[in-house]
């Protein structure tokens, strides 16, 4: 039988450390559980709030609604040539994925280690980092229909993915909860080293022919000397997207700007970074009240401890403006804003 709580504390349920109440709480060990759920009408007309990790939402207010924590373990393969499908509930640990591949030599997504967060989350977000993105890897995923009570398997095409963004992001969003997802990964290593200083930090080591395992280990070296740790300091990651504008909003930035950071995306576009960005606005390190931006990476946004939601998205919004005012950009926050008033 589900245990519904009521009045229960969320601090710590996100990695910002802030402190809000779920009006009801519950935690989901099993898919069928959402069958439980959902089978009282009342779950139906309550507000809802699908919690993995944690590690990619703002609390701004309580939650007067209905919290679901997926807490789905267990991951399980299978080989096929030399390609090998791998399979985890929606609750694993991230990181404990990617552990779990390296450590058996399935190839695809060492790029993506130490990312915060659980494994459901992973395709909604399509999450990326040093030139690997979710997508690049993924080939399905389980989710329950909260309308129908049913369950559905999407396929790549049919999550289309962007930068950031997924369908489960956009039309779908609030109608399906992620309970598994399968990923495509070999036994063959493609290794992408172009991105970032993972191509340095292997010259520092002398590796020249570097493994998966070596890919994970220099990439996680790179997150912890530039991200505080949330269990040390209250954060969500990078708090903002990397603005894409087109070649002509390119040109016209730098002409003014001729050293600004930037990489070739998709369609003929233009990545900027947002870090970049934000430092040359004079916000790297910076202490406002109880919050601000983090002294090694600007695009990480920090509770230095008793910041409330409001406080954290006021920083944010004084960042978006002086990045417009100096840029012409306009960023974007990465993180889910949760309990925003209209």
Same mark, same amino acid.
């Given at each position: 039988m589900l245990q519904i709580q009521e009045n229960v504390s969320l601090k710590n349920f996100n990695t910002f450390g802030i402190d809000a109440d779920a009006r009801y709480f519950v935690e989901i060990s099993h898919a069928e559980e959402l069958t439980e759920l959902f089978a009282?009408?009342?779950?139906?007309?309550? $507000?809802? !709030?699908? !919690?993995g990790g944690g590690s990619n939402m703002l609390l701004v207010n309580n939650f007067d609604g209905l919290v679901i924590r997926m807490n789905i373990r267990g991951i399980e393969h299978r080989i096929n040539h030399d390609e090998v499908f791998v399979e985890a509930g929606a609750g694993e640990v991230w990181n404990d994925l990617v552990n779990y591949c390296v450590s058996h030599g399935y190839a695809g997504i060492e790029n993506l280690s130490l990312i915060p967060g659980s494994v459901g989350a992973s395709p909604i977000q399509n999450i990326g980092a040093y030139g690997v993105e !979710?997508?690049?890897v993924f080939e399905s995923c389980e +989710?329950?229909?909260?309308?129908?009570? /049913?369950?559905? /398997?999407f396929d790549q095409a049919a999550c289309k993915f962007g930068y950031r963004e997924s369908v489960f992001k956009a039309e779908l969003a609030g109608k399906y909860i992620i309970v598994a997802v399968k990923f495509r990964l070999s036994l063959t290593p493609d290794i992408n080293i172009k991105y970032g200083a993972i191509e340095q930090e292997l010259a520092n080591r002398n590796i020249n022919k570097p493994t998966i395992a070596d890919?994970?280990?220099?990439?996680? *070296?790179i997150r912890v000397s530039k991200l505080p740790d949330p269990s040390t300091i209250g954060? +969500? @990651?990078?708090?903002?997207?990397n603005?894409?504008?087109?070649?002509?909003?390119?040109?016209?930035?730098?002409?003014?700007?001729?050293?600004?950071?930037?990489?070739? +995306?998709?369609?003929g576009l233009v990545k900027l970074a947002a870090g970049w960005l934000i430092e040359q606005c004079d916000w790297k390190g910076k202490v406002v009240g109880h919050t601000g931006t983090w002294k090694n990476q600007a695009l990480v946004l920090v509770n *230095?401890? @008793?910041?409330? @939601?409001? $406080? #954290?998205?006021? !920083?944010?919004?004084?960042?978006?403006?002086? #990045?417009? /005012?100096?840029?012409?950009?306009?960023?974007?926050? $990465?993180?889910?804003?949760? @309990?925003?008033?209209n």
């Open positions: 009282d009408p009342q779950w139906l007309q309550t $507000e809802r !709030l699908v !919690l !979710l997508k690049d +989710a329950f229909e909260i309308a129908s009570g /049913t369950f559905r /398997t890919i994970s280990q220099v990439v996680s *070296h954060n +969500a @990651g990078s708090f903002f997207k603005p894409v504008i087109t070649m002509e909003q390119f040109k016209s930035v730098q002409e003014k700007h001729p050293d600004i950071v930037n990489y070739p +995306a998709d369609d *230095h401890g @008793g910041a409330d @939601g409001e $406080e #954290v998205y006021s !920083l944010s919004s004084q960042i978006i403006d002086s #990045v417009y /005012t100096k840029f012409g950009v306009t960023l974007q926050r $990465e993180v889910n804003i949760i @309990g925003l008033s």
